[in-house]
């Protein structure tokens, strides 16, 4: 039993390395091992190295923080349909970035970049609103959940819209194209603005594992067993909050990995977090990659924008979860 | 008597303006077997989850060791107090280990894994309940009986002197229900741990424990030996209703018996 995770986990490692070596190589231009090593100066090398690589580390840091942020959501909401995006967190990042974006500000505080501090006041307003919502009505009903989660995000699409509406068209065509998320990214800059998100939200995610575990038991147990229930929330509120601010910021809402990835993990591995948040996390990372390498590769030259091609193989998978009832069976029993 | 291991004074608890607790005062000695009964509302989960601070709002004090539960951290309490909720419904895909080794959390420091002593205790407790052949299974395809020993299985895990339980035979075949009051006599005669039961079985709590609480209306109306509970028109008091009593055949303590409607 438990060998077979820890079997299940070092597979998903080797995808992970798998797609992370592949991907950079394939695209438009097919690119050899040779090539990548000569010398600077050459076309073929310089998009492997400043465009495809980075590109495909940014990918994978969204994918991941999608997908653990995701699983950290089901744990403590105790719902397999929750996440950054069904719960307004996605949209409510989104508006803070495209306000930065519309009143043309430009700074940063402490090498954080206004956008992604934008965006991260977007997304705790999200989870603070629909949480609060949530409890108040007892019960935690998933019903309550969607709700709040649908209302908030028709909000701030509203908003977006209205900020598009006194837009330009240059603008509008902008912030059309980056709500659509993607990877159009050029040079290492982009990836190291991501980083900090990544590696702090995670780190406290990977930090909170034992409590995650009881969370989703409820807080009665949670508390019963020593859980400083209220601390522990705030600090995976922050925690996701602040790595989805970071993302969306930079790629966009992408949808639907925070749903994807964590559920087909607990099928795989099960609900013990110790498995499954290293599980959710590597998957998440990898399935975002080959996304992202699908929308470069299948109307080349062209791009489809990688939240296109998420939400088209989530939505129907989406449905799924809700008409099978499986999210009842399997994951709650 | 032995000595006060949970002292309760002047308990008050009100939820939206609703006065659930009324001033409670009462004491839990060290190795009791104490049933809490009362009618539907009375207030016997709140005053479980108060004694686990999981209701933290309350005015009054509730010592342990004569020390206030408020100066306590949650984890140190939890190593002090286990509880057992009332069947609640969703539970992720646990297995029945893992769901266990979840118990030696309060004995866990930040940034370490389960020691050798954490797993030997989940043994232990698994051994003691006698459902170490369900250690790999998912935790959801439990009998309700079978989920309710596991409960118990890792509330035990978390090593506390005092386990604290909301109606664990509530909905149960009576081999599980007998299975369970044999383990909680287990774990109160040859561990001398303290159990402090909610539960709506009156017959049950007057045969198995040696202590009775009747709360009505959030007030302690009857504190004292469980068997005197049957006296003096305290249960018709208590549930504003008449009872049958009868003897029971072997050990003759006084029982209620079962009721015959009458249209």
Known sequence: MKQRKYIVLLILFFLAIGVFALAPFLGMESISIETILKSKGDVKADIFWKIRLPRVIA???AGAVLSISGMAFQAMFRNPLATPFTLGVSSGAAFGATLYLKIGLIFSIFGIQGQSLFAFIGAVTSIIFVYGITKTKKGFSTATMLIAGVAINFFFSSLILFLQYLSDFADSFRIIRWLMGGFEIVGFRPVLTILPFFVIGSAIVFILINELNLLTLGDDIALSRGVDVKKVKAALFFATSFMVGGVVSTCGPIGFIGM??????????????????????????????????????????????????TALLGGPFFLWLLLSGSSERSIFG | MSNIIIEIENLSLSISKKEILKS????????DFLSIIGPNGAGKTTLLKCMMRINSGYEGTIRFRGKSTHKMSQKSLARQISYVPQSNGRIFPFTVEEFVMMGRYPHLSPFTSFSVEDKDVVSKALHLTKTEHLAHRQLNTLSGGEKQIVFIAAALAQGAKIMLLDEPTTFLDPKHEAEIYTILKKLNRELGMTIVS????INSAVLQSDRIIVLKDGNVMFIGDAQHVMENRILER??????????????????????????
């Open chain 1, 59 to 61: 990918a994978f840091c």
């Open chain 1, 260 to 309: 994807m990835a964590p559920h087909i993990c607990r099928l795989l591995i099960g609900a013990e977090h110790r498995f499954l948040t290293p599980a959710s996390f590597l998957f998440g990372g990898a399935f975002l990659v080959f996304c992202d390498t699908l929308s470069r590769v299948l109307i080349a030259p062209a791009e489809i924008p990688v939240g296109v091609i």
């Open chain 2, 24 to 31: 409670i005062s009462f004491q839990i000695f060290e190795g």
């Open chain 2, 198 to 201: 909610v539960t709506h079985d």
């Open chain 2, 238 to 263: 208590a549930y504003e209703k008449s009872f049958t009593f009868l003897d029971h055949p072997k050990t003759g303590q006084k029982i209620i018996a079962p009721e015959v409607a009458e249209p």
